[in-house]
């Protein structure tokens, strides 16, 4: 795989991040536009639209409420993209290999507010002194969003293509990934389906 191609889906998806987490909720971030982004970079659309879209079904079903973490769908999106833009897993199989690269990406996640966590004690010294530097503070946290998500997704998938490269055969399981793929936008329909009927009843 071109290694320009590989390190612009990743830049890219730490660039949407910054919006997945308020810095301008354009919405692009969501898994059915990120997919046909990370497409677009690397020459294949229509089936990175079609990755994007099931991703934005299954993961619907996800509410961040109270501590609970969602899958990442930009990490999901990418991830799932260059493995099937490599060559290295055919379309279901690279499906669920981003379904669940969105859903680690979690534990990367809450460490990350971990980490923000301990700058409290700073801010508020910065408080008292009359030394706020709030942008700082935003950009700092900013930066290390979009860091996270490429660092995770050029490893993540740098793993993946290593891992094809040294000889790995993922035939064995590219039938069962993609009969069960196939059951994917039924699943995902029947699951948008039951969410918005129970806010129809409310």
Same mark, same amino acid.
Do not use: D
């Given at each position: 795989m071109d290694p320009f191609l590989f390190l612009a889906t990743a830049a890219a998806a730490g660039l949407l991040q910054l919006d997945n987490v308020q810095a301008l909720q354009s919405m692009v971030s969501r898994p059915v536009f990120a997919s046909l982004i990370f497409g677009l970079i690397n020459g294949c659309p229509v089936e @990175? @639209?079609?990755?994007g879209l099931l991703t934005e079904l299954i993961y619907s079903e996800y509410m961040p409420m109270g501590g609970t973490l969602p899958p990442n769908g930009i @990490?999901? +999106?990418a991830v799932g993209v260059l493995a099937l833009s490599s060559g290295a897993m055919n379309p279901g199989?690279?499906?669920f290999t981003g379904l669940a690269? #969105?859903?680690f990406y979690s534990g990367a996640?809450?460490?990350l507010r971990t980490a923000r +966590? #301990?700058?409290n004690a700073a801010i508020d010294r910065a408080l008292s002194a009359g030394r706020p530097a709030f942008g700082r503070w935003i950009g700092a946290s900013l930066a290390m969003e979009a860091a996270?998500?490429?660092?995770y997704v050029s490893l993540l @998938? #740098?793993?993946i293509l290593a891992v094809r490269a040294a000889g790995f055969d993922p035939g064995p399981l590219a039938r069962p990934s993609e009969f069960a793929y196939g059951f994917m936008p039924w699943l995902g329909l029947s699951a948008l389906y039951f969410r918005f009927r129970t806010q129809t009843l409310k």
């Open positions: @990175a @639209a079609k990755l @990490a999901a +999106s199989l690279a499906f690269a #969105g859903h996640e809450f460490r +966590s #301990g700058w996270a998500v490429f660092v @998938a #740098g793993l």
